[in-house]
C-alpha cells in the first residue's frame, strides 16, 4: 500500500513513516520545513528516514496549504490512504501568529479532504488535539465532553478540522479517523514542548519555566504507543453501516482520544528527568500562560474497545529513553 504522510519531517510523522515503511508500505511524505523550530532537526528526520528505508520513501518539500503545488506533485502517484499529521503547532505560537494557523490548519485541512474525495482514499486517519477540550474541567476528557469553548485559536482550528471533516465524511462517505493527542513526547521530539526545553536548560544550568507554579498535570504519552495508535487506527477504517461512532457521528468518521491514561504532576515530571539527567533542576515559578489548561487526562475506552490500544510506557521509562537520544543526537553535531 502507498500513504501519504504530511508532516513527515514533524515529530509524529516521521515516527509514524517509519513504523510504516518498518511494515513493508511505501510512504509519500510532505512538509513544508516551515522555521518555527530549527529547520535542521527537520532536516536530520528526512535524512533518517531515506537511510533506513530508501526506494520505499518518497520526499516532497512543500506546503500542503498550496493546492495547486500539491497536485503537481502528486499527479502521478497513487495514494491508497493519508495520514494527515501535518499543521502549525503550538498553543502560545497562535497568540502570536495566527494567520500561520489559518492556512495550515484550515485551508491546508481542506485540501486535505479534497485530495481524499478526489482520490477516494481507504482512509483519512487525521490528527487533532486535547486542546479541543478548552477549560474543560470533567476529568477524564471524553470524546463525547463538549469541545467547543476552545482557549486558544490553535485549539479552535483543530476543533474546525474535525468539523469539516465530518461534513465530508457525511456527503461524500469518506472514512476518517480524527485523533485526539495527549502532550506526545520521546526521541525526535519536539524543541518547542516541555521535555526537550527542560533538558536543554537542566544541561545547561539555567532556571526552566515552570508555569502556573508547578500546579500543571499533563497526561504525557511516549512516541512509541502513539504511533501504535495511529497505525491500528489506519489499518482499521469505520465502517459506513450508520451506527454511531466515537464522537457522535453516523457517519464514517469518528474521533478517538489518544493518551496515556494517566496525567502526572509537572514537579513529577521534573523529578524523574533530573534523575535521568543526573543533575537538579533550578526551577523558575511562573503564572499560567494564556491559553494553556490546568489538565489534561484522556478516556482512551473507545479507542481501546476498537482497536485495542494500551499504551505501555510510564514516563519512568519514557523519559529515560528521551535523554538518551537527547544526548546522542547533541553529541553526532
Known amino acids: 500500500m502507498t500513504i501519504l504522510v504530511t ?13 510504516l515503511m518498518a511494515q513493508g508500505h511505501a510512504v509519500v511524505g510532505i512538509d513544508n520545513m516551515n522555521d518555527y523550530y530549527p529547520v535542521s532537526l527537520k532536516r536530520d528526520r528526512i535524512a533518517a528516514l531515506e537511510t533506513a528505508h530508501g526506494k520505499l520513501f518518497t520526499f516532497h518539500e512543500l506546503d500542503f496549504a498550496d493546492n495547486d503545488a500539491l497536485h503537481a506533485a502528486l499527479a502521478d502517484q497513487v495514494i491508497e490512504s493519508i495520514v494527515h499529521l501535518g499543521a502549525q503547532a503550538g498553543v502560545r505560537y497562535s497568540l502570536i501568529n495566527p494567520h500561520a494557523y489559518v492556512r495550515s490548519n484550515l485551508a491546508g485541512h481542506v485540501n ?7 482520490r477516494r482514499v481507504r482512509h483519512l486517519v487525521y490528527a487533532s488535539s486535547s486542546s479541543v477540550y478548552g477549560g474543560n474541567d470533567s476529568l477524564p476528557f471524553r470524546v463525547e465532553d463538549r469541545a467547543d469553548h476552545p482557549v486558544s485559536l490553535y485549539a479552535a482550528t483543530k476543533r474546525a478540522d474535525e468539523l469539516m471533516s465530518e461534513t465530508y465524511a457525511h456527503l461524500f462517505r469518506i472514512p476518517m479517523t480524527g485523533l485526539r493527542f495527549f502532550t506526545v ?21 539555567e532556571p526552566i519555566p515552570v508555569f502556573n507554579h508547578g500546579r500543571m498535570q499533563r497526561d504525557f504519552t511516549y512516541i512509541d504507543d502513539i504511533v501504535s495508535g495511529v ?22 468518521h469518528r474521533l478517538y482520544n489518544i493518551g496515556n491514561n494517566k496525567p502526572e504532576e509537572l514537579m513529577h515530571l521534573i523529578a524523574v528527568l533530573e534523575d535521568a539527567l543526573g543533575q537538579k533542576a533550578q526551577i523558575d515559578f511562573q503564572p499560567m500562560q494564556p491559553g494553556d489548561v490546568h489538565a489534561t487526562f484522556a478516556d482512551i475506552s ?16 519514557g523519559v529515560p529513553q528521551f535523554v538518551a537520544w537527547y544526548r546522542d543526537y547533541h553529541k553526532a553535531r
Do not use: N
Open 302 to 317: 473507545a479507542i481501546a474497545h476498537d482497536i485495542g490500544f494500551a499504551p505501555t510506557t510510564q514516563i519512568e521509562s
Open 185 to 205: 513526547y520521546g526521541p525526535w521530539g519536539r524543541p518547542d514542548m516541555a521535555m526537550w526545553i527542560f533538558t536543554k536548560k537542566i544541561l545547561a544550568g
Open 112 to 118: 486535505m479532504l479534497e485530495l481524499a474525495r478526489e
Open 231 to 252: 497505525v491500528g487506527c489506519l489499518d482499521h477504517p469505520p465502517a459506513d453501516d450508520g451506527a454511531p461512532k466515537p464522537g457522535g457521528s453516523r457517519a464514517p
Open 7 to 19: 508532516g513527515a519531517a514533524g515529530f509524529i510523522g516521521m515516527t509514524v513513516a517509519d513504523r
